[in-house]
């Protein structure tokens, strides 16, 4: 069966630097686009990056352009996420999701088929 499997968080003082990774199995991971959401407390899950199944195409949210930058090794079936300035803001429980679907201007969740448990990471102030 499919599984996605988020790694890399933790705590980190603001301006500091993390990088998330995510591994997919079981599926033909160079088909998929993968995308990094993440949902804080009694906030709404957002999503922050996607990257085209090719990896010639990326897109961001606002909140994290600039400051994250999002990759994958098809390789390696992995995807990362390279977290920099980060903020107290980004506070949140980071999650991976496999998907057919590639949107230039924004992510939608229904678009994304697998999800992985997620990862916590904590900035403090």
């Known amino acids: 069966q499919v599984q996605v499997v988020e790694s890399g968080g933790g705590l980190v003082q603001a301006g500091g630097s993390l990088r998330l990774s995510c591994t997919a199995s079981g599926l033909t991971f160079d088909d998929y686009a993968m995308g990094w959401f993440r949902q804080a407390p009694g906030k709404e899950r957002e999503g922050i990056s996607c990257?085209?199944?090719?990896?010639?195409?990326?897109y961001y949210a606002d909140s994290v352009k600039g400051r994250f930058t999002i990759s994958r090794d098809n390789a390696k079936n992995t995807v990362y996420l390279q977290m920099n300035s980060l903020k107290p803001e980004d506070t949140a429980m980071y999650y991976c999701?496999?998907?057919?679907?590639?949107?230039?201007?924004?992510?939608?969740?229904?678009?994304?088929?697998?999800w992985g448990q997620g990862t916590q990471v904590t900035v403090s102030s």
């Open positions: 990257i085209k199944w090719s990896g010639d195409a990326t």
């Open positions: 999701a496999a998907g057919h679907y590639y949107r230039a201007h924004t992510m939608i969740q229904r678009d994304f088929d697998y």
